[in-house]
Structures are given as structure tokens and as C-alpha cells.
């Protein structure tokens, strides 16, 4: 995850992975549960939804599969002032 993110030139990047939390749960068997805070100036001037395409689109494939569930705080450096 995190070479991919790294495309959006983040200032900071944290990754946290809470699968274990979801043991049990239908969905722990096919991928993932992480927490993501991202900085980045490629996120000015964007909107939430348009930040989320960004990072799904840059994580590809893994969105379909390593991770099954993504918990995302994408900011601007301004927005962390």
C-alpha cells in the first residue's frame, strides 16, 4: 500500500491495520481492514470524493482485493495547520 500511495506524493502517511479487530467477520477472508491518514498537496482544491478516487485509484487492483475495507483521512498540508 504504501509504495503505491506513494504516487500522491504524500507529506504524511499512516497505515494502520485493524484485520484482527474484524477476525470472524465475513469479509476478514478476502482482504483487509486498514485506517489511512494521508497528506497531500495533490489534494488541494479537491473535494472528499474526488481525494477517495485518488487513493483508490492509485491502490488498483488491491481495492478488489488485498483490502476489504479502507477507512480514510485524506488532507491537504493547509488542512493539518
Keep these: 500500500m504504501q509504495e503505491?500511495?506513494?504516487t500522491?506524493?504524500?507529506q504524511r502517511l499512516e497505515i494502520l491495520?485493524?484485520?484482527?479487530?474484524h477476525a470472524g467477520h465475513a469479509g476478514a477472508k478476502e482482504g483487509g481492514h486498514?485506517?489511512?491518514t494521508i497528506v497531500?498537496?495533490?489534494f488541494s482544491g479537491c473535494g472528499t470524493m474526488q481525494r477517495h478516487r485518488l487513493i483508490y485509484e492509485a491502490l488498483?487492483?488491491?481495492m478488489r482485493g488485498e483490502i476489504h475495507a479502507l477507512s480514510?483521512?485524506?488532507l491537504t498540508p493547509e488542512e493539518t495547520a
Design 72 to 74: 480514510i483521512k485524506a
Design 17 to 21: 491495520d485493524d484485520s484482527a479487530k
Design 40 to 42: 497531500s498537496p495533490r
Design 34 to 36: 486498514y485506517r489511512l
Design 60 to 62: 488498483g487492483p488491491m
Design 8 to 10: 500522491l506524493d504524500p
Design 4 to 6: 503505491k500511495l506513494a
